[in-house]
Protein backbone atom coordinates (compact mmCIF):
# COMPACT_ATOMS: atom_id res chain seq x y z
CA UNK A 1 0.00 0.00 0.00
CA UNK A 2 1.43 3.27 -1.02
CA UNK A 3 1.52 6.01 1.68
CA UNK A 4 -0.48 9.11 0.96
CA UNK A 5 0.42 12.73 2.17
CA UNK A 6 -2.09 15.48 2.73
CA UNK A 7 0.24 18.13 1.77
CA UNK A 8 -2.37 19.83 -0.93
CA UNK A 9 -0.27 18.33 -3.62
CA UNK A 10 -2.33 15.88 -5.91
CA UNK A 11 -2.16 14.96 -9.37
CA UNK A 12 -5.28 14.66 -12.07
CA UNK A 13 -3.18 11.98 -14.19
CA UNK A 14 -3.20 11.68 -17.83
CA UNK A 15 -6.24 13.19 -20.07
CA UNK A 16 -7.48 15.05 -16.64
CA UNK A 17 -8.29 17.91 -16.33
CA UNK A 18 -5.46 20.96 -15.91
CA UNK A 19 -7.28 23.62 -14.21
CA UNK A 20 -8.45 23.91 -10.44
CA UNK A 21 -7.64 21.89 -7.21
CA UNK A 22 -5.76 18.25 -7.03
CA UNK A 23 -8.06 15.74 -6.72
CA UNK A 24 -6.84 13.16 -4.39
CA UNK A 25 -3.93 13.71 -2.33
CA UNK A 26 0.16 12.63 -3.75
CA UNK A 27 1.80 9.16 -2.94
CA UNK A 28 4.56 9.81 -1.23
CA UNK A 29 7.06 9.47 -4.02
CA UNK A 30 5.09 12.09 -6.01
CA UNK A 31 5.39 14.31 -2.67
CA UNK A 32 9.11 13.79 -2.89
CA UNK A 33 9.22 14.32 -6.57
CA UNK A 34 7.77 17.66 -6.38
CA UNK A 35 9.52 18.97 -2.99
CA UNK A 36 11.57 21.87 -3.27
CA UNK A 37 14.63 20.37 -2.37
CA UNK A 38 14.46 17.97 -4.74
CA UNK A 39 14.05 20.19 -7.46
CA UNK A 40 16.85 22.29 -6.74
CA UNK A 41 18.89 19.20 -6.31
CA UNK A 42 17.49 18.31 -10.28
CA UNK A 43 18.28 21.87 -11.38
CA UNK A 44 21.80 21.26 -9.93
CA UNK A 45 22.33 18.03 -11.99
CA UNK A 46 20.53 19.41 -14.99
CA UNK A 47 22.83 22.56 -15.12
CA UNK A 48 26.23 21.19 -14.51
CA UNK A 49 28.99 21.93 -17.20
CA UNK A 50 26.12 24.11 -18.88
CA UNK A 51 25.54 27.02 -16.53
CA UNK A 52 27.36 29.17 -19.14
CA UNK A 53 24.92 27.95 -22.03
CA UNK A 54 21.29 30.12 -22.37
CA UNK A 55 18.79 27.92 -21.72
CA UNK A 56 20.06 27.36 -18.45
CA UNK A 57 21.51 30.63 -17.74
CA UNK A 58 17.79 31.77 -18.76
CA UNK A 59 16.47 29.29 -16.12
CA UNK A 60 18.90 30.52 -13.35
CA UNK A 61 18.21 34.21 -13.75
CA UNK A 62 15.22 33.52 -12.07
CA UNK A 63 16.06 30.15 -10.44
CA UNK A 64 13.54 30.26 -7.89
CA UNK A 65 10.04 31.47 -9.31
CA UNK A 66 10.86 29.43 -12.68
CA UNK A 67 11.13 26.20 -9.72
CA UNK A 68 8.22 27.61 -7.74
CA UNK A 69 6.34 27.49 -11.06
CA UNK A 70 7.38 24.13 -11.82
CA UNK A 71 6.43 22.94 -8.58
CA UNK A 72 3.24 24.18 -8.94
CA UNK A 73 2.81 22.53 -12.75
CA UNK A 74 3.82 19.26 -10.82
CA UNK A 75 1.73 19.33 -7.96
CA UNK A 76 -1.37 19.90 -9.92
CA UNK A 77 -1.06 17.64 -12.50
CA UNK A 78 -0.68 20.44 -15.38
CA UNK A 79 2.84 19.77 -16.33
CA UNK A 80 3.33 19.13 -19.93
CA UNK A 81 6.81 18.78 -21.59
CA UNK A 82 7.91 20.80 -24.27
CA UNK A 83 8.88 20.08 -27.65
CA UNK A 84 12.19 19.06 -28.68
CA UNK A 85 14.97 20.83 -30.70
CA UNK A 86 16.75 17.34 -33.23
CA UNK A 87 20.23 18.05 -34.36
CA UNK A 88 22.50 15.17 -35.65
CA UNK A 89 26.27 14.23 -34.93
CA UNK A 90 28.38 12.27 -36.77
CA UNK A 91 30.61 10.73 -33.93
CA UNK A 92 31.15 8.17 -33.18
CA UNK A 93 28.32 7.52 -36.00
CA UNK A 94 25.49 9.77 -37.41
CA UNK A 95 22.72 10.16 -34.91
CA UNK A 96 19.69 12.39 -34.46
CA UNK A 97 20.04 13.54 -31.07
CA UNK A 98 16.69 15.05 -29.60
CA UNK A 99 17.16 17.84 -26.68
CA UNK A 100 14.13 18.78 -24.12
CA UNK A 101 13.54 22.09 -23.08
CA UNK A 102 15.80 22.65 -19.70
CA UNK A 103 13.09 23.16 -17.62
CA UNK A 104 11.68 19.63 -18.63
CA UNK A 105 15.81 18.22 -18.26
CA UNK A 106 15.22 19.68 -14.41
CA UNK A 107 11.91 17.17 -14.49
CA UNK A 108 14.00 14.05 -15.99
CA UNK A 109 16.35 14.96 -13.29
CA UNK A 110 13.63 15.39 -10.20
CA UNK A 111 12.01 12.14 -11.72
CA UNK A 112 15.06 9.43 -11.63
CA UNK A 113 16.13 10.92 -8.00
CA UNK A 114 13.40 9.49 -7.18
CA UNK A 115 12.91 6.13 -8.70
CA UNK A 116 17.15 5.56 -10.00
CA UNK A 117 17.29 3.99 -6.65
CA UNK A 118 14.42 1.31 -6.97
CA UNK A 119 15.81 -0.25 -10.14
CA UNK A 120 19.50 0.20 -8.85
CA UNK A 121 19.11 -2.03 -6.31
CA UNK A 122 18.23 -4.66 -9.33
CA UNK A 123 20.51 -3.75 -12.13
CA UNK A 124 23.14 -6.59 -12.45
CA UNK A 125 27.11 -5.66 -11.29
CA UNK A 126 28.02 -5.88 -15.04
CA UNK A 127 25.68 -3.10 -16.56
CA UNK A 128 28.10 -0.26 -17.36
CA UNK A 129 26.45 2.29 -18.65
CA UNK A 130 24.89 5.59 -16.99
CA UNK A 131 25.33 4.90 -13.61
CA UNK A 132 27.43 5.88 -10.54
CA UNK A 133 30.75 4.36 -10.16
CA UNK A 134 30.72 2.84 -13.32
CA UNK A 135 31.42 4.24 -17.36
CA UNK A 136 33.37 3.41 -20.49
CA UNK A 137 37.07 2.98 -18.89
CA UNK A 138 35.49 0.86 -16.11
CA UNK A 139 33.49 -1.22 -18.94
CA UNK A 140 36.60 -1.62 -20.91
CA UNK A 141 38.99 -2.88 -18.09
CA UNK A 142 36.30 -5.31 -17.21
CA UNK A 143 36.11 -6.76 -20.62
CA UNK A 144 39.70 -7.06 -20.96
CA UNK A 145 39.54 -8.86 -17.37
CA UNK A 146 36.96 -11.60 -18.65
CA UNK A 147 39.23 -11.75 -21.99
CA UNK A 148 42.28 -12.48 -20.26
CA UNK A 149 39.82 -15.78 -18.56
CA UNK A 150 37.77 -16.55 -20.94
CA UNK A 151 39.42 -18.45 -24.87
CA UNK A 152 36.29 -17.00 -26.81
CA UNK A 153 33.92 -14.05 -27.02
CA UNK A 154 30.64 -13.03 -28.54
CA UNK A 155 29.92 -9.05 -28.93
CA UNK A 156 27.10 -8.09 -30.42
CA UNK A 157 24.98 -4.98 -30.72
CA UNK A 158 21.40 -3.93 -30.88
CA UNK A 159 19.85 -2.32 -33.94
CA UNK A 160 18.59 1.42 -33.64
CA UNK A 161 18.26 0.73 -30.24
CA UNK A 162 17.00 3.87 -28.73
CA UNK A 163 14.62 4.17 -32.08
CA UNK A 164 13.33 0.40 -31.30
CA UNK A 165 12.58 0.16 -27.50
CA UNK A 166 8.80 -0.09 -27.73
CA UNK A 167 6.62 1.90 -25.24
CA UNK A 168 4.33 -0.67 -24.32
CA UNK A 169 7.05 -3.27 -22.81
CA UNK A 170 8.96 -0.17 -21.02
CA UNK A 171 5.80 1.30 -19.27
CA UNK A 172 5.02 -2.73 -18.10
CA UNK A 173 8.80 -2.89 -16.88
CA UNK A 174 8.62 0.17 -14.99
CA UNK A 175 4.92 -0.44 -13.53
CA UNK A 176 6.22 -3.41 -11.83
CA UNK A 177 8.48 -1.59 -9.57
CA UNK A 178 7.13 1.86 -9.76
CA UNK A 179 3.58 1.17 -8.01
CA UNK A 180 2.38 4.84 -7.25
CA UNK A 181 -0.05 5.84 -9.84
CA UNK A 182 0.50 9.32 -10.04
CA UNK A 183 4.90 9.18 -10.90
CA UNK A 184 3.71 6.63 -13.66
CA UNK A 185 1.29 9.17 -14.89
CA UNK A 186 4.38 11.69 -15.25
CA UNK A 187 6.32 8.81 -16.80
CA UNK A 188 3.23 8.67 -19.62
CA UNK A 189 3.23 12.22 -20.07
CA UNK A 190 7.34 12.43 -20.76
CA UNK A 191 6.95 8.98 -22.96
CA UNK A 192 4.56 10.43 -24.90
CA UNK A 193 6.42 13.49 -25.30
CA UNK A 194 9.30 11.52 -26.88
CA UNK A 195 6.77 9.20 -29.40
CA UNK A 196 7.52 10.00 -32.90
CA UNK A 197 11.22 11.75 -32.70
CA UNK A 198 12.91 8.96 -33.69
CA UNK A 199 10.16 7.23 -36.24
CA UNK A 200 12.53 8.52 -39.88
CA UNK A 201 15.30 6.36 -37.73
CA UNK A 202 13.51 3.46 -37.67
CA UNK A 203 12.30 0.82 -40.31
CA UNK A 204 9.93 -1.57 -39.31
CA UNK A 205 10.86 -5.26 -38.20
CA UNK A 206 7.90 -7.63 -37.70
CA UNK A 207 7.88 -9.81 -34.98
CA UNK A 208 6.20 -13.57 -35.19
CA UNK A 209 2.56 -12.85 -34.16
CA UNK A 210 2.21 -9.41 -35.86
CA UNK A 211 -0.49 -8.09 -37.40
CA UNK A 212 -0.45 -4.51 -39.30
CA UNK A 213 -1.25 -2.47 -36.09
CA UNK A 214 1.90 -3.38 -35.07
CA UNK A 215 3.17 -0.93 -37.64
CA UNK A 216 1.55 1.92 -34.76
CA UNK A 217 2.76 0.94 -31.47
CA UNK A 218 4.49 3.88 -30.07
CA UNK A 219 8.20 3.50 -29.95
CA UNK A 220 11.32 5.55 -29.89
CA UNK A 221 13.31 7.38 -26.95
CA UNK A 222 15.32 10.60 -27.45
CA UNK A 223 18.85 10.13 -27.80
CA UNK A 224 20.48 12.97 -25.04
CA UNK A 225 17.45 12.63 -22.58
CA UNK A 226 18.58 11.42 -19.03
CA UNK A 227 15.60 9.88 -18.71
CA UNK A 228 15.94 7.96 -22.04
CA UNK A 229 19.62 6.59 -21.04
CA UNK A 230 17.96 5.50 -17.59
CA UNK A 231 15.02 3.63 -19.14
CA UNK A 232 17.50 1.88 -21.63
CA UNK A 233 18.90 0.41 -19.05
CA UNK A 234 15.25 -0.92 -17.11
CA UNK A 235 14.36 -1.91 -20.71
CA UNK A 236 17.43 -4.17 -20.96
CA UNK A 237 17.11 -5.54 -17.73
CA UNK A 238 15.41 -8.34 -18.72
CA UNK A 239 17.83 -9.55 -20.75
CA UNK A 240 20.65 -9.16 -18.45
CA UNK A 241 18.45 -11.32 -16.38
CA UNK A 242 17.91 -13.34 -19.07
CA UNK A 243 21.88 -13.85 -20.09
CA UNK A 244 23.08 -14.24 -16.49
CA UNK A 245 20.25 -16.33 -14.84
CA UNK A 246 19.00 -18.71 -17.81
CA UNK A 247 21.88 -18.88 -20.17
CA UNK A 248 24.09 -19.09 -16.61
CA UNK A 249 26.95 -16.80 -18.29
CA UNK A 250 29.60 -16.20 -16.09
CA UNK A 251 31.01 -13.49 -18.39
CA UNK A 252 29.03 -11.04 -19.65
CA UNK A 253 28.64 -7.35 -19.40
CA UNK A 254 26.79 -4.84 -21.01
CA UNK A 255 27.28 -0.76 -22.43
CA UNK A 256 24.14 0.75 -23.66
CA UNK A 257 23.36 -1.76 -26.56
CA UNK A 258 26.79 -3.43 -26.46
CA UNK A 259 27.04 -6.67 -24.82
CA UNK A 260 29.63 -9.40 -24.63
CA UNK A 261 29.02 -12.71 -23.80
CA UNK A 262 32.33 -14.91 -23.06
CA UNK A 263 32.98 -19.30 -22.85
CA UNK A 264 35.51 -21.31 -23.06
CA UNK A 265 33.62 -23.02 -25.64
CA UNK A 266 32.61 -22.07 -29.05
CA UNK A 267 29.53 -24.40 -29.40
CA UNK A 268 28.23 -22.72 -26.17
CA UNK A 269 28.63 -19.18 -27.34
CA UNK A 270 26.71 -19.70 -30.68
CA UNK A 271 24.05 -21.42 -28.96
CA UNK A 272 23.91 -18.61 -26.53
CA UNK A 273 23.11 -16.25 -29.71
CA UNK A 274 20.57 -18.35 -30.96
CA UNK A 275 18.74 -18.05 -27.98
CA UNK A 276 19.92 -14.63 -26.65
CA UNK A 277 18.23 -13.10 -30.46
CA UNK A 278 15.24 -14.90 -29.79
CA UNK A 279 14.53 -13.62 -26.47
CA UNK A 280 15.41 -10.00 -27.49
CA UNK A 281 12.79 -10.74 -30.66
CA UNK A 282 10.23 -10.46 -27.00
CA UNK A 283 11.53 -7.01 -26.75
CA UNK A 284 11.00 -5.89 -30.31
CA UNK A 285 14.62 -5.96 -30.49
CA UNK A 286 17.23 -7.20 -33.17
CA UNK A 287 20.84 -7.30 -33.17
CA UNK A 288 23.33 -6.82 -36.48
CA UNK A 289 23.34 -10.69 -36.63
CA UNK A 290 26.49 -10.56 -39.49
CA UNK A 291 28.81 -8.64 -37.24
CA UNK A 292 28.13 -10.92 -33.74
CA UNK A 293 30.18 -13.46 -34.50
CA UNK A 294 32.62 -15.88 -31.92
CA UNK A 295 36.31 -14.54 -32.24
CA UNK A 296 39.23 -16.00 -30.13
CA UNK A 297 39.74 -12.98 -27.36
CA UNK A 298 43.36 -13.09 -28.63
CA UNK A 299 42.65 -11.79 -31.61
CA UNK A 300 40.84 -8.40 -29.88
CA UNK A 301 38.13 -7.27 -29.31
CA UNK A 302 36.34 -3.74 -30.56
CA UNK A 303 34.88 -2.19 -27.65
CA UNK A 304 33.60 1.52 -26.74
CA UNK A 305 35.91 2.94 -28.93
CA UNK A 306 39.35 1.04 -28.43
CA UNK A 307 40.36 -2.90 -29.75
CA UNK A 308 40.99 -4.82 -26.29
CA UNK A 309 43.26 -7.37 -26.28
CA UNK A 310 43.83 -10.04 -22.87
CA UNK A 311 47.87 -8.57 -23.05
CA UNK A 312 47.43 -4.69 -23.71
CA UNK A 313 44.71 -2.00 -25.75
CA UNK A 314 44.82 0.10 -28.60
CA UNK A 315 42.83 3.14 -29.57
CA UNK A 316 40.39 2.59 -32.70
CA UNK A 317 42.08 3.88 -36.30
CA UNK A 318 38.44 5.37 -36.75
CA UNK A 319 39.01 7.18 -33.64
CA UNK A 320 42.53 8.74 -34.43
CA UNK A 321 41.22 10.31 -37.52
CA UNK A 322 38.17 11.48 -35.79
CA UNK A 323 40.24 12.96 -33.04
CA UNK A 324 43.05 14.36 -35.39
CA UNK A 325 40.83 15.94 -37.20
CA UNK A 326 39.24 17.64 -33.99
CA UNK A 327 41.85 19.04 -32.27
CA UNK A 328 42.98 20.57 -35.67
CA UNK A 329 39.74 22.74 -35.70
CA UNK A 330 39.96 23.42 -31.74
CA UNK A 331 43.56 24.80 -33.02
CA UNK A 332 42.67 26.91 -35.50
CA UNK A 333 39.21 27.89 -33.80
CA UNK A 334 41.89 29.19 -30.69
CA UNK A 335 44.45 30.40 -32.80
CA UNK A 336 41.36 32.63 -35.02
CA UNK A 337 40.49 33.88 -31.29
CA UNK A 338 37.20 32.00 -31.28
CA UNK A 339 37.54 29.98 -28.51
CA UNK A 340 39.59 31.06 -25.45
CA UNK A 341 42.93 29.08 -24.48
CA UNK A 342 40.95 27.49 -21.40
CA UNK A 343 38.51 25.82 -24.05
CA UNK A 344 41.16 24.64 -26.34
CA UNK A 345 43.14 22.84 -23.03
CA UNK A 346 40.17 21.49 -22.08
CA UNK A 347 39.92 19.72 -24.87
CA UNK A 348 43.25 18.04 -25.32
CA UNK A 349 43.11 16.85 -21.58
CA UNK A 350 40.21 15.53 -22.24
CA UNK A 351 41.39 13.49 -25.16
CA UNK A 352 44.78 12.84 -22.92
CA UNK A 353 42.51 11.31 -20.59
CA UNK A 354 40.59 9.26 -22.33
CA UNK A 355 43.43 7.22 -24.54
CA UNK A 356 45.30 7.07 -21.44
CA UNK A 357 43.64 4.11 -20.55
CA UNK A 358 45.05 2.61 -23.97
CA UNK A 359 48.46 1.65 -24.48
CA UNK A 360 49.03 5.19 -26.06
CA UNK A 361 52.38 7.19 -25.81
CA UNK A 362 53.24 6.66 -28.73
CA UNK A 363 49.06 7.57 -30.27
CA UNK A 364 50.08 10.88 -28.57
CA UNK A 365 53.26 11.84 -29.99
CA UNK A 366 52.23 11.42 -33.33
CA UNK A 367 49.31 13.29 -32.98
CA UNK A 368 50.65 16.63 -30.82
CA UNK A 369 53.03 16.18 -33.83
CA UNK A 370 51.32 17.07 -36.38
CA UNK A 371 49.51 20.18 -34.11
CA UNK A 372 51.92 23.10 -34.83
CA UNK A 373 51.24 24.79 -31.11
CA UNK A 374 51.56 28.46 -31.08
CA UNK A 375 50.45 31.08 -29.03
CA UNK A 376 48.65 33.46 -30.67
CA UNK A 377 50.82 36.74 -30.08
CA UNK A 378 53.44 34.47 -31.69
CA UNK A 379 50.65 33.68 -34.56
CA UNK A 380 49.54 37.22 -34.85
CA UNK A 381 53.67 38.12 -35.35
CA UNK A 382 54.08 35.15 -38.09
CA UNK A 383 51.05 36.66 -40.00
CA UNK A 384 52.57 40.36 -40.43
CA UNK A 385 55.67 38.97 -41.07
CA UNK A 386 54.48 37.14 -44.15
Not at 130 to 153: F, I
Request: positive net charge; charged residues 25%; glycine residues 6%.
Amino acid sequence: MNTIISSGIGFSGAGGDDRGPPREPASEAYHRLCSWENLLAAYGKAARGKRGQGAAASFEFQLADRLLALKHELAHGSYRPGPYVNFYVDEPKRRKISAAPFRDRVVHHALCRVIEPRFERLFIADSYANRVGKGTHRAVTRLQQLARRYRYVLRADIVKHFPSIDHAILRETLARVIPEEDVMALVDRILESGAGVLDDEYQMVWFPGDDLLAACRPRGLPIGNLSSQFWSNCYLHRFDQFVTRELRCLGYLRYVDDFALFSDSKRELWAWKSALVEHLAALRLTIHETAAQVLPTHCGIAWLGFVVYPSHRLVKARKLRSTTRHLGERLADYLGERISFAEFDASIKGWVNHVRYADSWGLRRHVFRGLCFTRRAEARSAIAVR
